[in-house]
């Protein structure tokens, strides 16, 4: 058995440290260069044009309705049936909507949401950004004086920054109407019943906690699909490498920024 050598598995820490380091300044700076030209792009005579971010909204939102109904029905039904089950063992049964209303509009709804795009827009962002650059397409942009970032980023960012938000509150809609459903046939109440226990224990900040975590999930999404693709080496191998990347980078971003986003906004 080979033994390790420390001095080369320090080079390899070292070597994957410095191009984490890269890959985050990379993504910061696409970052910023989107918002500045999505701001005063107008005023450049270069604005972004409403055609292609509306594009990218039908693709990234109305195209994702039908499976984020069908995850969304499945969590919420999922949320009662465990919740009646767990807390029938205190008698407790009948406050199972403050659980199921706070978890799906707090946590599930933007978290399914934005797992759901990072799998299906995110790789797709990535792949084509990649398979542009293998046939150096971007730089063809560059060459005829249009700023690849305008032209391939801030579109999607604006359609993610708008659509994910507006998802997620499908996604509650829906959510909440599954569980609704459940905890009105089990335990023998009415739509309307739930409807007003559901109105009056969730409040505004509820709402807008899940929205606001929707929002930078979307721009999560975005910038990590972006920056995979850009980084694509290799042919078509290289582009199905990176777009599984983009993915698993994505969910990881997400689940991380969801867990700090939480602990900061609840202390």
Same mark, same amino acid.
């Given at each position: 058995?080979?033994?390790?050598?420390?001095?080369?598995?320090?080079?390899? !820490?070292?070597?994957?440290?410095?191009?984490?380091?890269?890959?985050?300044?990379?993504?910061?700076? %696409?970052?910023?260069?989107? !918002? &500045?030209?999505?701001?005063?792009?107008?005023?450049?005579?270069?604005?972004?044009?409403?055609?292609?971010?509306?594009?990218?909204?039908?693709?990234?939102?109305?195209?994702? /309705?039908? *499976? *984020?109904?069908?995850?969304?029905?499945?969590?919420?039904?999922? %949320?009662?049936?465990?919740?009646? &089950?767990?807390?029938?063992?205190?008698?407790?049964?009948?406050?199972?909507?403050?659980?199921?209303?706070?978890?799906?509009?707090?946590?599930?709804?933007?978290?399914?949401?934005?797992?759901?795009?990072?799998?299906?827009?995110?790789?797709?962002?990535?792949?084509?950004?990649?398979?542009?650059? *293998?046939?150096?397409?971007?730089?063809? !942009?560059?060459?005829?004086? *249009?700023?690849?970032?305008?032209?391939?980023?801030?579109?999607? /960012?604006?359609?993610?920054?708008?659509?994910?938000?507006?998802?997620? %509150?499908?996604?509650?809609?829906?959510?909440?109407?599954?569980?609704? !459903? &459940?905890?009105?046939?089990?335990?023998?109440?009415?739509?309307?019943? &739930?409807?007003?226990?559901?109105?009056?224990?969730?409040?505004?900040?509820?709402? %807008?906690?899940?929205?606001?975590?929707?929002?930078?999930?979307?721009?999560?999404?975005?910038?990590?699909?972006?920056?995979?693709?850009?980084?694509?080496?290799?042919?078509?191998?290289?582009?199905?490498?990176?777009?599984?990347?983009?993915?698993?980078?994505?969910?990881?971003?997400?689940?991380?920024?969801?867990?700090?986003?939480?602990f900061l906004v609840t202390r």
């Amino acid at each position: 058995m080979p033994t390790p050598n420390p001095s080369a598995l320090l080079e390899r !820490l070292g070597r994957a440290a410095a191009r984490g380091l890269s890959e985050f300044g990379f993504a910061a700076t %696409l970052l910023g260069q989107s !918002l &500045y030209w999505l701001v005063l792009g107008h005023w450049r005579r270069q604005p972004v044009r409403a055609a292609s971010v509306a594009a990218q909204a039908m693709d990234i939102g109305i195209a994702a /309705l039908p *499976i *984020i109904t069908v995850l969304s029905t499945t969590i919420g039904l999922m %949320l009662a049936i465990q919740g009646i &089950y767990t807390l029938k063992t205190f008698g407790a049964e009948s406050r199972v909507t403050l659980g199921v209303a706070l978890s799906v509009v707090r946590e599930f709804a933007p978290l399914i949401t934005g797992i759901l795009v990072a799998g299906r827009s995110g790789s797709a962002l990535a792949a084509r950004l990649g398979t542009m650059r *293998i046939n150096q397409e971007i730089d063809s !942009l560059t060459v005829m004086g *249009i700023n690849p970032v305008r032209f391939l980023v801030a579109p999607p /960012l604006a359609a993610m920054m708008v659509l994910m938000p507006l998802l997620t %509150l499908w996604a509650d809609l829906v959510g909440l109407f599954a569980a609704g !459903l &459940y905890i009105s046939i089990e335990l023998q109440g009415t739509m309307a019943g &739930y409807a007003d226990e559901v109105l009056s224990l969730l409040k505004l900040n509820d709402l %807008l906690h899940g929205l606001a975590k929707s929002a930078i999930f979307g721009v999560l999404v975005t910038i990590v699909g972006v920056v995979n693709g850009a980084s694509v080496s290799g042919g078509a191998e290289g582009v199905g490498r990176m777009t599984t990347r983009s993915v698993v980078h994505a969910i990881s971003a997400i689940v991380i920024t969801d867990m700090i986003f939480v602990f900061l906004v609840t202390r």
